[in-house]
């Protein structure tokens, strides 16, 4: 199954990606965690995309486009991956459509992370994020026992640049502006299925399981 998780930053996609990937055995393709692992790596595409994302804005479609056509490419997307982070706008939902094409491949299905934005700017302030391992823990619901020290590796726990208020607010106007128009081109697909994505972590795993059956 080829499925897209789209809703806006903080809505918990990340989250629920990583769960549905252990379960499934379908890899999740972040294009946050890979142009955050190109960054620190100062790959050209790290340079060329750091810019944009630490002003919460969207790095040029074409880089995202490249970096998703060679990551379906490999073999553990033989059958099936997690689309998490893209597509999120219109010509990159079109340039995924005719990768897909290409492959004679097609998309299963487009789960809407719906809620409130009020609650994501919660969620994003209290968010910390491991710099070896990419754990993610919030302050208040998820927090390391050890504060600022990941209980998986032992790395650091830091704030993202882009978690920062200012910041935040930014992502969340360019999601109602650039993606969420999705909402209707895969609904005019016939693709797209709402999960509220505002209830704790476990019912929210509970409904997209009960979504995707
Ligand atoms: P990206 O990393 O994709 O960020 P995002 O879409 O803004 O999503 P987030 O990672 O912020 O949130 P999430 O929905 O995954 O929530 P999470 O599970 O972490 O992109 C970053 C940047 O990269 C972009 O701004 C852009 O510059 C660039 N970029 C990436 N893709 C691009 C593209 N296709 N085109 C152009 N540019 C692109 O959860 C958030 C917090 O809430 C965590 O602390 C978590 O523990 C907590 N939480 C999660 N679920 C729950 C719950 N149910 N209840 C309570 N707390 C919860």
Redesign the pocket.
Known sequence: MIII?L????????????KLAEDRHWPQL????M??KAKTEQTAFGSA?RK??D???????Q??IDL?GARIEMADCANGFIL??????LP?AQALDQLLAARRKTISAVVL?QIPDAVLVE??A???TCLGCGE???LV??PSEKAGICDRCGAEVVQ?L??QADVVMK?IQ??HHSTEPLQVYYRGQKKLLLLD?????G??SRELMGVLS
């Open positions: 998780f809703g806006p930053p903080g809505s918990g996609k990340g989250t629920q990606a990583k972040s294009t946050g965690d142009l955050r995309a944009a994302m002003e919460g804005q969207l790095v040029p479609d880089l995202v998703i998490d982070g893209f597509p999120r706008n990159q992370f969620r994003l209290g968010r910390r993610m823990y919030h619901n998820f993202r882009d978690d992502r360019i999601y994505a505002s209830q704790g972590v019912l929210v």
